[in-house]
């Protein structure tokens, strides 16, 4: 007997053949991530940012999550649209992205504030090391959408990373442009 597994469409990223779970964040649910809090205001807060969807998994020791996000392209004011980002609740779990499609930046932060970028493209494979928090930035104009797999265990950390990364990504004169953040 051959069991059917599930599977994705690798130019896509859609997940099929198992029970997915779904979540959409939209501009109204990311308060005080964009760095321009008026354009954030101006913006219609239903619009969707980016979509996760995973397979529906059992969790514990030694079980991994699988799950694909899809991230819209757009900017507020100048910043590109981007997930909010997390370190892992268990600091030490690592995770992999890989990407599947559209063009953008993988940011990773240290625990030290040191921050670096990854270009994320067709094929591209992002090792992401335990204790290094991780957030996708879409610089192209159409969906970006990665692969991720993570252990269940992992959970996420989004408070420690409340006042932002050390790195914001913007577009200046058409180019996409990375700065360091002051205060951040
Ligand atoms: C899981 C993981 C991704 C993100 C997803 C949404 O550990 O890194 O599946 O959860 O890209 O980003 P956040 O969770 O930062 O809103
Ligand atoms: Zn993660």
Redesign the pocket.
């Known amino acids: 007997v051959i069991y059917q597994p599930p599977y994705m469409n690798w130019a896509s990223g859609a997940l099929r053949g198992a029970p997915l779970i779904c979540k959409t964040t939209h501009l109204g649910d990311l308060p005080s991530v964009f760095a321009n809090d008026i354009a954030w205001r101006q913006s219609d807060p239903r619009q969707p940012v980016y979509r996760v969807e995973m397979f529906e998994s059992p969790s514990g020791e030694g079980y991994l999550y699988t799950g694909v996000t899809h991230l819209h392209p757009g900017l507020i004011g100048d910043e590109y649209f981007m997930t909010r980002g997390?370190f892992?609740a268990r600091r030490e779990q690592g995770?992999i992205y890989f990407g599947l499609c559209g063009e953008g930046l993988l940011l990773l932060q240290d625990e030290q504030g040191k921050a670096r970028l990854e270009q994320v493209s067709t094929g591209s494979v992002h090792i992401?090391p335990g204790f290094t928090a991780?957030r996708l930035i879409n610089t192209g104009s159409g969906v970006l959408s990665a692969l991720?797999v993570?252990p269940s265990l992992?959970g996420?950390d989004y408070a420690a990373l409340a006042q932002g990364f050390a790195l914001r990504v913007v577009e200046q004169g058409g180019q996409v442009q990375a700065k360091e953040v002051q205060n951040g």
């Open positions: 997390h892992h995770e992401i991780h991720a993570w992992a996420h």
